[in-house]
């Protein structure tokens, strides 16, 4: 199979193969050295600040979301909402959940964020921004320098969702004052899944020991206490941390954030040439490298999922709810050649033949 | 290295390959039916009611632990929790920090709760008790049996972390009336750490539903429901539940969880028959077959582990805190053989000529 959805993605062979060895004991120095190496890469491919702080949590990236929202807000702020699509929507879910004032700037399927919107939105004093980079579900990419401008205006707190664009697009934690940036480990990280990553800043790792939770796993005041001697508060997925570390070092060696942005928009760039002229159309505004959503002008999105998965051993990834009839999307990270592209294009191209798309 | 600690342990070569393939894309009939299986063969081998539901959840074993009581207890409840070391110690942290009442049975460590205990806490109806069938910081492996006749005489919620025990131990929930119990994919499953394992009772399943939970990554109504289907709310470790598969099926055809009950009993046995004569005392009063409790009387533990790690090629498993220097443990779950064994023997010999145990 070839898997061009967007996590879990395909992994490099360097990072296979540590899947195939025995898991270490980790409460050791060989591993805190590990974990300390996996921190200042991530702070490096982040452009955090010095004093930034990186957690290693183990679960999804939603738990990654969920931990944020409850370490680093209080019911005390007014939280502003990018809500363009179901990531979006977990956001408003997490705030409602845990009590955080919100107001949510609803966007339609694929539509970016504008001035326009922002000066929408009632006259509040809105104390921090949730938004995800790259709307996964539709693969909207929003103008996060129009949100940093406006969060440094309003001094807000800005927590960025990265998980799907984080290495895919080129995000200065610094510049931009992101105070905390999400990724997971089996998007363009391309380890298998199991561990979201956030890199905190200094107002952000404040504010975390200034808060109290309601939750023994998702209290980031003992992770990060931890950290500072390498461990975790409870066993993580080892495996995949060795395996984090082995691709941080690679994408470091290679040319570093920068050259895996460029390899990812290559990949995204042909793919979206090659489609022009079949019988499909780009879903969304602003696009990341990441990830191409395409509606199909004369096939049922889910269709083209199933026979590609069933006939020609091809993953791409299916949406769900209401869009799953009308959008799928085709992934540009992991372990992807343009030969790849190549055989996804040849597929499509048959499929076309027969009537299928 | 060989590895006897109690978690990450050694896995088997069909297990490791597994790791070493990329991960699939998952949702899918192919991935959803590997999760049914998944689900079959965790019921079969915790000998579960037939409406007994599982969820496997992203996380480590201590994720399910606070899944568990946010979800099946409420502030109604008032819970009895067996605390002898550090892992009955989570249990009422949790409880304190989901203001679940509760009383705590403390034991020293390395004390068997009998029915003394049980006759001396305050005359009070508790709804729920809370134990650790193997307290896994002092390896004592408390007297389910007990537990479980006072549960069912007070008609008690009976809650068990069974996350070192599980598979070393044989565990009948349906006859003992065990209402959760849980495991992790890194002990005795002898997958990488990153899955944990809920076994639900239907009265289990029936407080789920009834029950409002602050979480959205700890929501097991989601879970519950799309298991239904084989899926997961959010991105599940894909790779560890392969691993699980492969794991619960090789468990399965070499003769289910007695014949793997039985291959770490005599591991144990033949561990403890042959460190008798060496200056070591066995810490604890009730063993389980998954770890040994070793207390060196003529050296500090902590040294030994040290020594083992960086000489010999061996982990053992330190203990942290207060026993750190006073009580190693060794493992006999995972991959290992009665060879082993005799190689630990010999490194110990060898270290007990040098004066260093």
Redesign the interface.
């Known amino acids: 199979?070839i898997?061009f959805?967007v996590?879990?993605v395909?992994?490099t062979e360097e990072v296979?193969?540590?899947?195939?060895?025995?898991?270490?004991?980790?409460?050791?120095q060989e591993f805190s050295e590990i974990m300390f190496e996996n921190e200042r890469l991530m702070k490096k491919f982040a452009f955090a600040e010095e004093n930034a702080k990186v957690v290693f949590l183990?679960?999804?990236?939603?738990?990654s979301m969920?931990a944020a929202v409850m370490n680093v807000l209080t019911k005390n702020d007014k939280a502003l909402i990018i809500n363009g699509g179901s990531f979006g929507q977990?956001f408003v879910?997490?705030c409602k959940?845990?009590k955080i004032p919100y107001y949510e700037i609803k966007l339609e399927a694929g539509q970016n964020i504008t001035q326009k919107e922002l000066e929408e939105i009632p006259n509040e004093d809105f104390s921090a921004l949730l938004v995800n980079a790259n709307e996964t579900s539709t693969g909207v990419h929003y103008d996060l320098q129009l949100l940093s401008d406006f969060c440094k205006e309003h001094s807000m707190t800005f927590i960025v969702d990265a998980i799907s664009s984080f290495l895919a697009d080129i995000i200065d934690m610094k510049t931009m004052g992101i105070d905390v940036l999400m990724t997971?480990s089996?998007k363009a990280l391309a380890c298998?899944?199991?561990?979201s990553v956030m890199v905190l800043s200094e107002k952000a790792v404040n504010k975390i020991y200034a808060n109290e939770v309601?939750?023994?796993?998702?209290d980031l005041k003992p992770a990060l206490e931890d950290a500072k001697r390498g461990q975790t508060?409870?066993?993580?997925?080892?495996?995949?941390l060795l395996q984090i570390n082995a691709r941080l070092k690679a994408i470091d060696e290679a040319g570093g954030v920068e050259a895996e942005h460029r390899k990812i928009a290559a990949l995204a760039d042909d793919f979206r040439n090659k489609i022009k002229g079949m019988p499909f159309e780009i879903f969304t505004e602003a696009l990341s490298p990441a990830v191409t959503p395409v509606r199909p002008t004369s096939a049922k999105a889910y269709d083209i999922f199933l026979t590609l998965?069933d006939e020609y051993g091809i993953?791409i990834?299916?949406n769900?709810g209401e869009l799953s009839d009308i959008v799928f999307r085709v992934g540009h990270i992991g372990d992807l050649t343009i030969e790849d592209n190549d055989k996804l294009i040849e597929a499509l191209q048959d499929m076309q033949k027969r009537g299928l798309v």
Do not use: D
Request: with cysteine; charged share 15%; glycine share 14%.
């Open positions: 199979m898997n959805t996590g879990p395909q992994s296979r193969k540590i899947g195939a060895e025995n898991v270490p004991y980790f409460r050791t183990t679960g999804s990236g939603t738990a969920e977990r879910n997490i959940i845990h997971g089996q298998p899944p199991g561990i309601e939750s023994l796993y998702f508060p409870f066993t993580p997925a080892v495996g995949i998965k993953w990834c299916p769900g």
